[in-house]
């Protein structure tokens, strides 16, 4: 996969929530976020901004091409 694209695996479509699936990481985000164990020094201003945006980005890319 290209840097920062996950490859789709597939979908499941329940009453009340939408799953996606796709390849596997090494991590994800609750253990990225959990990783530091000083709670003061896990995720500073910055760093949850940089996240929030990149969530963003790929809702509002997967809209842009239908998915979602």
């Keep these: 996969s290209a840097t920062g694209i996950l490859k789709f695996e597939g979908i499941f479509d329940f ?3 939408i799953v996606l699936v796709t390849e596997r990481l090494d ?5 990225f976020i959990l990783s530091n164990t000083n709670p003061k ?3 500073n201003e910055d760093m949850t901004r940089f996240l929030a945006f990149q969530l963003v980005a790929a809702i509002r890319y997967l809209h842009f091409k239908n998915i979602a």
Excluded: C, M, S
């Excluded at 991590?27 to 253990?31: A, I, P």
């Design 27 to 31: 991590t994800d985000l609750l253990n």
């Design 15 to 17: 009453e009340q929530h």
């Design 41 to 43: 020094a896990r995720l």
